[in-house]
DNA sequence: GGTGTGACCAGCT
DNA sequence: AAGCTGGCCACAC
């Protein structure tokens, strides 16, 4: 029952490892996969303290639901969000995902 | 223990 | 069409 243990953050950071190499979904998304529907800003919220977290969080796979990379500034360089997602061959102009619907991924339906 | 805050989202003007 | 507002609720102080 009560995992008193397990904090709204530590759901949130589990999710997110959850997200596949290539892909990136959404904070509504998340919300909506830990019942919180109609509230995003928690999720995007814990992924603000998930750089304190222990484990590495895939911070840059979780976009706003235009695909736009809204929390880039809160990486350690405004650069480095776009850097990572181009990495893993995801194309980014203008803060925004190319094809963002061919890249998403959806923790509802997928899981 | 009230208040502020936030990497969002949908609806209204 | 583009900008603004309110609502959502976990967490820190």
Excluded: C
């Excluded at 925004?96 to 959806?106: A, G, L, P, S, T």
């Amino acid at each position: 029952m009560g995992e008193s243990t397990d904090s709204f953050f530590q759901k949130v950071y589990e999710v997110a490892r959850l997200i596949p190499y290539g892909r990136v979904t959404s904070y509504g998304a998340i919300a909506a996969y830990l019942g919180l529907k109609g509230s995003a800003r928690m999720v995007g919220w814990a992924m603000n303290a998930s750089f304190s977290a222990k484990e590495d969080i895939p911070a840059h796979r979780v976009v706003n639901r235009n695909g736009m990379l809204t929390g880039k500034s809160h990486f350690g360089s405004p650069a480095l969000m776009q850097q990572l997602l181009e990495s893993e061959g995801i194309e980014v102009i203008n803060d925004k995902i190319v094809n963002f619907e061919e890249y998403f991924w959806d923790p509802v339906m997928e899981m």
